[in-house]
Each structure stands twice: as C-alpha cells, then as structure tokens.
C-alpha cells in the first residue's frame, strides 16, 4: 500500500480507502449491499492486510446500520486505523432531523460515536450543502467538536466551488478550524470536479478523497457496450447513481480501459483507479465490493503506472469542454496562471 498527506494537514491516508456503503443494506441501500457483520468482518480483514488505515461510513448510510457494523468489526483494533464518517442528510422525519445546525451536528456526531464504539470520528465530514444554516453556526459547531476531542479534522463532500470557499472564509475569519479535505465524485465518465473542485483543493491545500470511483462499477469493465446489464450489479437492482448523460462516450471510455487494461494484462477498474490517482491533490479513493476479489482487483491498481500515451489516450475519451470564463483565461491569463490554475489547463492546453 501507498500513503499520501491529506491536503496540507500533517495526516497520512493510504492512497485506497475502504467505503462501508454496502454495510448494512437497510432500505434502498439494499440495491447495493446488505453485508452484515461476518461478510464486513471478512472484508475489513482483507483491508487491514492489504495496509489500508482509512475506513469511510456516514450516518444515513443505512440509517446508522453501517457505522454499527464497523464498529462492532473494529472493535479491538480502533486505534490502528483511521475512520471517517458524515453528517448532514435526512435521517429521520422530525424538523431538526436534518442540515447543519449546531443542534444536529453535535447530536449525529454524539451518535455516530455511540455507534463506531470509539471516542472520536479522525474525519467527519459535511456530507452535502444546507443553504439554510449560517456557516459561522456550522463551524462554529464543528470548532467545538474538535476542541472537544470528538473529531480530528473536518472536511466537506459533494459542495460547489463558491460553497467550499464561503466555508473556508468563515473558518479563516473567525479562526476556527478550516477542512481539510473534501470527498467528491470523479471520475474519466464525470470530470466536472476539475472546473473547479480541483483548481481549489490545490491553490487551498485540500486533501481530495473520489466516491465511486468506477462510477458504481460502470467503469469496471463488466459493463459493455450492447450488452445487458449484468446481474448482481447495482444497476440491475436498480440503482440509477451517478446519472449517464452521455452513454456513446461511456462505451468510448470503457473500450479505451479495456483495451489499456488488456495491454498491461489488468483489469479495466484498475485502469480507472491508476488514473485517478494521477490527478491534481487527489489523496485517496473510496473503493467499496461485495466479494474480497473485487478489492483484490482494486488493490492491484496502487502500482499500476500508465504511460504518457495511454494517459493521452484516456484525456481525449473523456474530456470535457473548455467552458467559459477557462477558454478566455487560456487566451488572456495563461503567463500569470497560478497551480490551481494549471489543476484544470494543463490537459487541456496541452492536448
């Protein structure tokens, strides 16, 4: 396994972290997984072996079921990993059940504790934007958490570029804790992080862990153009996450892994996952499985080196228009462009 720095904190996450979505599979999670504690217990061992120390849940992933059932496996060896969890969405039906009050965090958090069997989340993150919270109430209540011991260090998930930045303002004004990272998903089919979410982890020093980085296995390889959707997918069970809006240049994506995998004598996933682990402040990816071989396959993908030209290759499948203002900063700004700057036009300036 390999380690990166999380963002400019002083944190080491292996570069593969272990997603716990499929833990528990109460309601519609089911469509993705329903491994109880001996099927969790068996992965989680693979995980440890293999050297990943970062283990992600969140609170609604099933209703709390998922934090309980790592909890329960981690029981014993908390203190030779790092967990992050979340807080933020819908878990119940009452008004405060929600968003990012003071209220609410301290409370989920509180539970999320409860559930783990451990004294503190190593990194809670904002699991989606509530535009209704004042962000002085919610880093003010974060602050507390880390001030508390609680929680080593907060981060967000799923924000706009505009949103990051309000929070990060609030912190750096008010000098309370700022993230650290975000988690966010990216992917060769979904490249929109790197308008923005990309050009500011840099020029911020966030730390970038990718969701779904095979696009809920659509990149995998198992997937194929023409062909039926297979069995025991999470589409088959009716998953529609992430959305496809254009399916001609997913089949051109996949073709393209598949053909670079078949090369390296490796599979397409594996492809997919090198690639990321190319891109600017990416620190980490939440790899998730229902069987030990999915993650054997995707731990194979940490020593996998593409070349210029299969990295090339990959660029023109999946690139994304240059859209205003970037294309009139590339005619204008390019002499005085800053990293972040270069986080998004330098693939595309040089292509």
């Given at each position: 396994?390999?380690?990166?720095?999380?963002?400019?904190?002083?944190?080491?996450?292996?570069?593969?972290?272990?997603?716990?979505?499929?833990?528990?599979?109460?309601?519609?999670?089911?469509?993705?997984?329903?491994?109880?504690?001996?099927?969790?217990?068996?992965?989680?061992?693979?995980?440890?072996?293999?050297?990943?120390?970062?283990?992600?849940?969140?609170?609604?992933?099933?209703?709390?079921?998922?934090?309980?059932?790592?909890?329960?496996?981690?029981?014993?060896?908390?203190?030779?990993?790092?967990?992050?969890?979340?807080?933020?969405?819908?878990?119940?039906?009452?008004?405060?059940?929600?968003?990012?009050?003071?209220?609410?965090?301290?409370?989920?958090?509180?539970?999320?504790?409860?559930?783990?069997?451990?004294?503190?989340?190593?990194?809670?993150?904002?699991?989606?934007?509530?535009?209704?919270?004042?962000?002085?109430?919610?880093?003010?209540?974060?602050?507390?958490?880390?001030?508390?011991?609680?929680?080593?260090?907060?981060?967000?998930?799923?924000?706009?570029?505009?949103?990051?930045?309000?929070?990060?303002?609030?912190?750096?004004?008010?000098?309370?804790?700022?993230?650290?990272?975000?988690?966010?998903?990216?992917?060769?089919?979904?490249?929109?992080?790197?308008?923005?979410?990309?050009?500011?982890?840099?020029?911020?020093?966030?730390?970038?862990?990718?969701?779904?980085?095979?696009?809920?296995?659509?990149?995998?390889?198992?997937?194929?153009?023409?062909?039926?959707?297979?069995?025991?997918?999470?589409?088959?069970?009716?998953?529609?996450e992430p959305p496809i809006r254009d399916e001609e240049k997913?089949?051109?994506?996949?073709?393209?892994?598949?053909?670079?995998?078949?090369?390296?004598?490796?599979?397409?996933a594996q492809v997919a996952l090198a690639w990321l682990l190319?891109?600017?402040?990416?620190?980490?990816?939440?790899?998730?499985?229902?069987?030990?071989?999915?993650?054997?396959?995707?731990?194979?993908?940490?020593?996998?080196?593409?070349?210029?030209?299969?990295?090339?290759?990959?660029?023109?499948?999946?690139?994304?228009?240059?859209?205003?203002?970037?294309?009139?900063?590339?005619?204008?700004?390019?002499?005085?462009?800053?990293?972040?700057?270069?986080?998004?036009?330098?693939?595309?300036?040089?292509?």
């Open positions: 396994m390999k380690y990166r720095t999380l963002g400019r904190s002083g944190l080491k996450v292996s570069v593969l972290t272990m997603g716990t979505f499929t833990f528990g599979g109460a309601g519609a999670f089911k469509a993705v997984g329903a491994q109880g504690v001996k099927e969790a217990r068996k992965l989680v061992d693979t995980c440890i072996d293999a050297g990943i120390n970062l283990y992600d849940t969140a609170n609604m992933y099933s209703t709390g079921l998922s934090e309980e059932i790592l909890g329960e496996v981690l029981d014993g060896r908390r203190d030779d990993v790092l967990i992050s969890s979340k807080a933020r969405m819908r878990i119940a039906d009452g008004p405060n059940d929600e968003g990012f009050s003071r209220y609410h965090l301290i409370r989920e958090c509180e539970r999320s504790l409860k559930r783990l069997r451990t004294d503190r989340i190593d990194i809670y993150h904002m699991h989606e934007w509530d535009g209704v919270t004042p962000m002085e109430e919610m880093v003010s209540a974060l602050d507390a958490l880390v001030q508390q011991g609680k929680v080593r260090y907060i981060a967000c998930s799923n924000f706009s570029g505009w949103h990051i930045m309000k929070a990060l303002g609030v912190s750096d004004r008010s000098l309370r804790e700022r993230f650290v990272a975000q988690q966010i998903h990216y992917t060769l089919e979904a490249r929109e992080a790197e308008y923005e979410l990309l050009p500011i982890s840099v020029d911020q020093g966030l730390g970038v862990l990718v969701w779904s980085p095979l696009a809920a296995g659509l990149l995998s390889g198992k997937h194929r153009r023409g062909k039926g959707t297979p069995e025991g997918s999470r589409q088959f069970a009716g998953w529609t997913l089949w051109n994506i996949v073709d393209a892994l598949v053909e670079i995998g078949d090369a390296h004598g490796v599979s397409a190319t891109r600017p402040a990416v620190s980490s990816l939440v790899v998730g499985g229902r069987n030990q071989q999915q993650f054997i396959d995707n731990f194979r993908a940490v020593d996998l080196e593409l070349s210029e030209d299969e990295l090339k290759r990959l660029h023109e499948v999946s690139k994304l228009p240059v859209i205003y203002p970037y294309w009139h900063q590339q005619q204008f700004a390019s002499d005085r462009f800053s990293p972040g700057d270069w986080a998004l036009h330098r693939d595309y300036m040089e292509n």
